[in-house]
């Protein structure tokens, strides 16, 4: 069974400051996604990583993804307020012949003036 | 359409009753899931599409839960007796087969409430 840790569920941070989230999953997997939802709002795509090293930038936010580690990270460079979300992380493997994802439980991130 | 709608954005029902909420995929986008949102189980899979394949229920909490989707566009999710425990967000997604389902891309989502 496929399984996804993210850390921290809260994060609570001052703007300017960098921060680092994590994402380990439990077994083989081609595909990572990040994802952000505002409150009351659906899920807005930010990356999507698929190889070993990936690495994507957009704004103030970088992913990465370590395959031999199963681990992803989502960077936050110098935070403002506009980023206070929830981001999710989320795995598939094509080769299970279905493209569903599992998601971690979400990382609610507040960015403090 | 741009993207992905759902209707009713909003249910509200009585314990019981059967509702049934539905998905209009991206057009020409072969690959339909339905996901749950609720506050105790987070999100989760519940049903997938992919053309004219059997569908994919392995997620499917209970046999109350169906759904399908007619000619290979808008889908339908049928709750039968509702719980409580089916209040949740119920999300619906498309992806792409000539994307090799590199993406998915979400709806807004139908909130349901059981009375």
């Known amino acids: 069974e496929l399984k996804v840790e993210q850390n921290p569920l809260f994060l609570s941070m001052q703007e300017g400051k960098n921060y680092t989230i994590y994402c380990n999953y439990s077994?083989?997997?081609?595909?990572l996604y990040w994802y952000r939802q505002d409150p009351g709002k659906s899920l807005e795509s930010l990356f999507v990583?698929?190889?070993?090293?990936a690495v994507k930038q957009e704004g103030r936010l970088m992913a990465s993804l370590d395959t031999k580690a199963r681990l992803s990270t989502l960077h936050i460079t110098a935070a403002v307020h506009d980023l206070s979300a929830t981001y999710f992380c989320a795995v598939s493997y094509s080769g299970a012949g279905s493209y569903q994802l599992t998601f971690g439980k979400g990382t609610k991130l507040s960015v403090i003036p | 359409g741009a993207g992905v709608s759902q209707s009713p954005s909003n249910k509200v029902t009585e314990k019981g009753k059967d509702v049934e909420l539905r998905c209009d995929p991206i057009s020409g986008h072969t690959a339909l899931y339905w996901y749950r949102q609720s506050l105790g189980q987070g999100l989760e899979f519940l049903i997938y599409?992919?053309?004219?394949?059997?569908?994919?229920k392995s997620g499917l909490p209970s046999d109350r839960f169906s759904a399908e989707r007619t000619g290979g566009s808008v889908s339908t999710l049928t709750i039968q007796r509702t719980q409580q425990e089916d209040s949740a967000v119920y999300l619906c997604?498309?992806?792409?087969?000539?994307?090799?389902?590199?993406?998915?891309?979400f709806g807004p989502g139908t909130r349901l409430t059981v009375l």
């Open positions: 599409f992919q053309g004219n394949s059997a569908p994919d």
């Open positions: 077994t083989t997997s081609d595909r």
């Open positions: 997604a498309s992806s792409s087969r000539r994307e090799g389902h590199r993406e998915q891309f």
């Open positions: 990583l698929l190889s070993n090293g």
